[in-house]
């Protein structure tokens, strides 16, 4: 069993930036694939990044490239999501993620979410 706990959320103006961390329970953290998820209102679960074991793969969505940076420490048991020149579009509630195993993957097919935390882009 691995519980996540988000935080770092907030209110931020377009062209800003913030950092994500996900709090991971459970001694087995270094063994499992972790993705960040977003959900607009209205809108489906979408990926937004993933991240293999070590830290040493990483995959995003095309409309986050360039501006999001997914990472982990596995001695502190948290992965990140930093976030920059955010947009209005990137206004959603963010969810943490966990897959057992080491393959990427960008599908909703995770094992244990975290009850997510708010990031609203302001103009």
């Known amino acids: 069993q691995v519980q996540l706990v988000e935080s770092g959320g907030g209110l931020v103006q377009v062209g800003g930036s913030l950092r994500l961390s996900c709090a991971a329970s459970?001694?087995?953290?270094?063994?499992?694939?972790m993705g960040w998820f977003r959900q607009a209102p209205g809108k489906e679960r979408e990926f937004v990044a993933a991240i293999n074991w070590s830290g040493g793969s990483t995959t995003y969505a095309d409309f986050v490239k360039g501006r999001f940076t997914i990472s982990r420490d596995n001695a502190r048991n948290t992965v990140y999501l930093q976030m920059n020149s955010l947009n209005a579009e990137d206004t959603a509630v963010y969810y943490c993620?966990?897959?057992?195993?080491?393959?990427?993957?960008?599908?909703?097919?995770?094992?244990?979410w975290g009850q997510g935390t708010q990031v609203t882009v302001s103009s």
């Open positions: 993620a966990a897959r057992a195993g080491r393959t990427l993957v960008t599908t909703t097919w995770y094992d244990y």
């Open positions: 459970g001694r087995t953290f270094s063994s499992y694939t």
